[in-house]
């Protein structure tokens, strides 16, 4: 990743160091309810300039990158086999979706199966897991 320094408000910022505490408070907040503009407002830019620096390094939304780590987050805690990951139900809540079911279609969205399916394929084989949560 290269460095671009932008001018924002008269003053210079990291594009780097810009995303990196956008994502640092995305890991730290994921499981909460998070706005664009709570990100934007996080590293003291605009909503717009926010997207771009997300689209620009990751080619991801700040919105999608924040809905793919919190579902690598709930794949991790089925995994580990985490207490909060025992219902569908409270592992979605505990990742900051609101509703299961949508919970569900994400989660088959970026893992091409349900977290069900997830648990049941890792219980017949732990070696099977598609990704080893080591970063995004």
């Not at 001018?7 to 594009?15: I, L, P, Q, S």
Request: hydrophobic share 40%; with cysteine; glycine share 2%.
């Amino acid at each position: 990743c290269f460095i671009m320094t932008y001018r924002y408000g008269g003053a210079a910022m990291d594009w780097v160091e810009g995303l990196n505490q956008s994502v640092r408070y995305i890991e730290e907040h994921y499981a909460d309810h998070i706005a664009l503009e709570d990100l934007a407002d996080a590293i003291s830019i605009s909503k717009s300039e926010c997207c771009r620096c997300f689209r620009r390094t990751l080619q991801l939304t700040p919105i999608e990158y924040l809905m793919k780590y919190r579902i690598f987050k709930a794949a991790n805690m089925i995994q580990s086999d985490d207490p909060a990951a025992r219902s569908i139900s409270d592992l979605a809540f505990a990742v900051g979706f609101n509703n299961a079911s949508y919970f569900n279609k994400v989660f088959k969205q970026f893992l091409k199966c349900t977290p069900s399916e997830y648990r049941r394929n890792l219980k017949k084989d732990p070696t099977s897991s598609p990704f080893r949560m080591t970063s995004i």
